[in-house]
């Protein structure tokens, strides 16, 4: 366990990578916003240069954390029987995990949401004697049922909702499509637990919709996987459980302020995955808005941000947009600046430097188009588009062969036959299991980040 004392309480840093050059006439500039946070969890304590720290905390006190787990129950976990064992075997690991003095409490999912522990809508305080008695009511789990992700999600808002914590985290497993509520009745439900908490969604099997569970993890802004084999969830619950309670900074927001004539075309999230931010932003007074970033522990994230300038002369330059990091005072009083960054664009009549792309820049994009182009892939294989996919899926090996994504690359040959992965030559592979497309299909939008 770390010790959360004053010295370790995360500092942030901004750096942005552009170029600033726009030729006569340029109107787009694009800049890498690279935020890090350390000395929060495992540095050690070692602040950044120039950074910005978090509010202190008493000497030797965590962040005050809570953890709602939500454990589908409906009746196909009884398919195979061992699914059902597996998941409360990695419920009670994920609540091994749990850090001491950490609320907690366990949801069983079908098409209701039922409290398993501790129940009465209440969270329990995690120590010896309650994270026993929170194994002991696992037992009682059993699978029947359907699949109402969002009831599960309202339940946990609610439960989170009560605990006076600094950090409001979910895990949710699934193994089916979420068949018993409509739609739109989950997008509501996303919609109402966006920026109450986070949440890590995880699909077991291959029987669940990965769209659903990838549109749970980006509206709360936390990580979306597949475990295809029920005997990896405990290892997989473990390693959620463990960065949950590495994380030290809640509701951190990207605030862009832009000059008068500038206009935002977008803000995504880039690496470790892509989450476009664009549609999230929150006016924050005068020609600036507040993007969501979630909670933070130690670590680096990428954004790459889009701005339109005002058309200027040679010579001319101007800021095009400031980027700071803000976190807001619980008590309703003015919010901190944690960092700040400046993105420019100066007019030069020099080809040269005008037309050329920032490295950063340019990887980004290329990642964001490799995520695009494998979602498409897939879709054409799925309606029987088997040429649209082989086009799709042939750029896709290309942009991760040329970035050097190899996990993307290996995953790809799993649904491809490469024949030339610099030109994205490729042919379907007549058969491919239906994890392998799931795999991939979940995991295309992580990232990886560009070579120094």
């Not at 597996?86 to 419920?91: G, L």
């Not at 986070?198 to 549109?215: P, S």
């Not at 954004?303 to 309703?332: F, K, N, T, W």
């Not at 990642?367 to 892939?377: N, P």
Request: proline share 4%.
């Amino acid at each position: 366990m770390a010790n959360f004392s004053k010295s370790n309480v995360p500092q942030f840093s901004v750096e942005v990578y552009q170029n600033e050059y726009l030729p006569e006439g340029g109107r787009e500039v694009n800049a890498i916003v690279t935020v890090t946070s350390t000395g929060g969890g495992t540095t050690g304590g070692v602040p950044l240069s120039g950074a910005a720290a978090a509010p202190s905390r008493v000497p030797g006190q965590a962040p005050g954390a809570a953890v709602v787990i939500m454990v589908d129950c409906s009746g196909s976990m009884d398919y195979p029987p061992t699914k059902m064992r597996h998941a409360r075997d990695a419920t009670a690991a994920a609540i091994d995990t749990l850090r001491e003095g950490t609320s907690f409490a366990v949801v069983g999912g079908t098409h209701v949401a039922k409290e398993v522990y501790p129940g009465n809508g209440r969270l329990a305080v995690a120590d010896a004697r309650t994270k026993a008695r929170a194994k002991e009511a696992l037992r009682a789990l059993s699978a029947g049922g359907g699949t109402a992700i969002g009831t599960w999600l309202r339940l946990a808002d609610r439960l989170l909702g009560a605990a006076d914590v600094e950090i409001r985290h979910g895990i949710l497993l699934t193994d089916g499509r979420n068949e018993h509520e409509a739609p739109e009745d989950l997008r509501a439900a996303l919609e109402s637990c966006a920026g109450r908490f986070t949440c890590d969604a995880r699909g077991v099997g291959t029987d669940w919709e990965v769209k659903e569970v990838t549109a749970v993890a980006a509206a709360l802004l936390g990580t979306a996987d597949i475990v295809a084999d029920p005997a990896g969830l405990a290892a997989d619950f473990t390693q959620m459980m463990e960065n949950a309670m590495g994380k030290e900074v809640a509701d951190v927001a990207l605030r862009l302020w832009t000059p008068v004539g500038v206009e935002i075309k977008f803000v995504k999230q880039v690496a470790p995955t892509v989450v476009d931010l664009t549609g999230r932003r929150t006016t924050a007074g005068p020609r600036a808005g507040d993007y969501p970033t979630g909670s933070w522990g130690d670590e680096s994230r990428d954004y790459h941000v889009c701005v339109q300038v005002p058309e200027a002369g040679i010579g001319q330059e101007m800021l095009a947009s400031r980027v700071s990091l803000i976190l807001p005072d619980p008590a309703g009083g003015a919010p901190q600046t944690l960092s700040q960054g400046l993105v420019r664009a100066v007019w030069t009549e020099d080809m040269v430097a005008s037309t050329s792309i920032n490295p950063q820049v340019a990887h980004y994009t290329g990642q964001a188009e490799l995520a695009q182009v494998i979602q498409q892939g897939l879709d054409a294989r799925k309606s029987g588009d088997f040429d649209g996919a082989t086009a799709k899926l042939g750029r896709a090996v290309q942009l991760a062969s040329a970035s050097g994504n190899e996990e993307t690359a290996k995953l790809l040959s799993k649904v491809v036959d490469v024949v030339d992965a610099a030109t994205g030559t490729v042919r379907l592979k007549a058969k491919v299991a239906e994890a392998d497309s799931m795999t991939l299909e979940t995991r295309s939008t992580k990232t990886v980040r560009v070579k120094k």
